[in-house]
Nanobody
Framework: VQLAESGGGSVQAGGSLRLSCTTS????????MAWFREAPGKGREFVAT????????DYADSVKGRFTISRDNVKNTAYLQMNSLAPEDTAVYYC???????????????????WGQGTQVTVSS
């Protein structure tokens, strides 16, 4: 399974970006999808996750109220809408897929089976 992120870039504080994660896998609609990020000198950090059908999502406290995860199972794409961006959101953002459902939604990197290559998000003050 290959995942490909897009939509990263540079933005000023307070701005918005929307990340996309696409795959050609026919099983996308059954995957739990998530976003993680990795800032320089830090480990991979959970950002958001969503169930296979989009009925439930979970967020890191640091992004609640600012970021929204969603998915389109027809387009085989997951999204991360990021609003009110701050310099501390600067990181490489990765999408991840988990094959088997789990409740509550998993928020740790080892729980996910497949990863994209990442897309850089840079927020300047």
């Amino acid at each position: 399974v290959q995942l490909a992120e897009s939509g990263g870039g540079s933005v000023q504080a307070g701005g918005s970006l929307r990340l996309s994660c696409t795959t050609s896998s026919r099983s996308f609609s059954s995957f739990t999808m998530a976003w993680f990020r990795e800032a320089p000198g830090k480990g991979r950090e959970f950002v958001a996750t969503i169930t296979w059908n989009g009925d439930t999502a979970d967020y890191a406290d640091s992004v609640k109220g600012r970021f929204t995860i969603s998915r389109d199972n027809v387009k085989n794409t997951a999204y991360l809408q990021m609003n009110s961006l701050a310099p501390e959101d600067t990181a490489v953002y990765y999408c991840a897929a988990r094959v088997t459902p789990q409740r509550p939604l998993p928020t740790t990197a080892p729980a996910y089976n497949y990863w994209g290559q990442g897309t850089q998000v840079t927020v300047s003050s």
